[in-house]
């Protein structure tokens, strides 16, 4: 028999990180220090700090390196509950891209690069940015298409090359990048941003605000970096993006359950005060199954996860599980926060609640780390090869 309910200590995981979120979090809500690409660094800082305080900074991270060491249950649990504020996972220190960043590191980093980057990251101290989406003709959806490149240099290499929509590269203090390598290939390098040869170009203009450091364009223009500041092996990049794939997908689940679970509360709220036609308008078939839908996507939806992320602790890749999950998860919560929007009506589209807010943030979720379309094509592979080892059996 499966059990289905939470263990003594992640139930008590799940309370603190509510009770955390509903009394330092989400009075934080209105602080004006946060703008079109983010919270500003020094609400950052403060959020940061409480979260310090409360002793649930960095949940994924191991404890060596000053996180809590959670399994990925653990983190489907308190990921979820960070989300129900837009500011929760800064304020825990698990927002994209420094949460996948953080895994990637400490899979495959050495000992010292570890010291380097992923404690400071870690500890909340600094935040980083994951170089490898191109403008076209080079890597989007397709990682081959890799146009940036990374030559010998004397004892290290040099990097050209032309990235956008990489997450936090405004004031991020360490980047990741993938180039590539003379007959080698793919290859992931680690450079402070504030070395000669990169360039912030601009920060893209984009429907979501809930990213520190917004979405950049960033320009590599004779980058050197040294021997040491190869991550891992030559030539093994698109491997390494696998190890951070999954986790990194399945955490944006975990964050936008929580979003999409408080904009479906604001409209349960709203339906049971808010009356028309004679009655309160929850009591009316329209308004009611759209309650009821919502319900029934966001348990969906929390399946998914908890079986990747079961998966994931099983020591799999789980890449066909984080796609599936991809695809349930970011669409069904899509119609949550759409459903949400229509109960509310007027309210709905303005900023007198926070759901017009996680309407807009959420729509990227469907684009970012695989459209929908790639991952049902990448499960649909998966589907056909099954079949045709099935037939020649």
Known sequence: MIDFSLPPELAELQARVRDFIAHEIIPMEADPRQGPHGPELALREDLIERARRAGLLSPHASAEYGGMGLSHAGRAIAFEEAGYSLLGPVAMNVFAPDEG???????????????RWLRPLAEGHIRSCFCMTEPSPGAGSDPSMLQTTATPDGEGWRIDGLKWFITGADGAGMAIIMARVPDSGATMFLSRMDAPGITVERSMETLDRCFPGGHGVVRFDGLRVGAGDV???????????????????????????????????????????????????????????????????????????????????????????????????????????????????????????????????????????GPSEVHRWSLAKHILRGAAVENRA
């Open 231 to 369: 991550l891992g092996e030559l030539g093994q990049g698109f491997q390494y993006a696998q190890v951070r794939l999954s986790p990194a997908r399945l955490t944006h689940c975990m964050r936008w359950l929580g979003a999409a679970r408080r904009a479906h509360d604001i409209a349960v709220d709203y339906a049971r005060h808010r009356q028309a036609f004679g009655k309160l308008i929850g009591q009316h078939e329209g308004v009611g199954f759209a309650l009821a839908d919502n319900e029934m996507d966001l348990h969906i939806a929390r399946l998914a996860i908890w079986h990747c992320a079961w998966t994931l602790d099983q020591g799999g890749l789980a890449l066909r599980e984080s796609s599936r999950a991809k695809v349930i998860v970011s669409e069904a919560l899509w119609r949550v926060v759409d459903r949400s929007v229509q109960v509310l009506g007027g309210q709905g589209v303005t900023g007198e609640t926070l759901v017009a807010r996680i309407f807009a943030d959420m729509r990227g979720f469907r684009i970012y780390d």
């Open 101 to 115: 960043n953080m895994h990637l590191l400490e899979a495959v980093a050495t000992p010292a690069q570890k010291e």
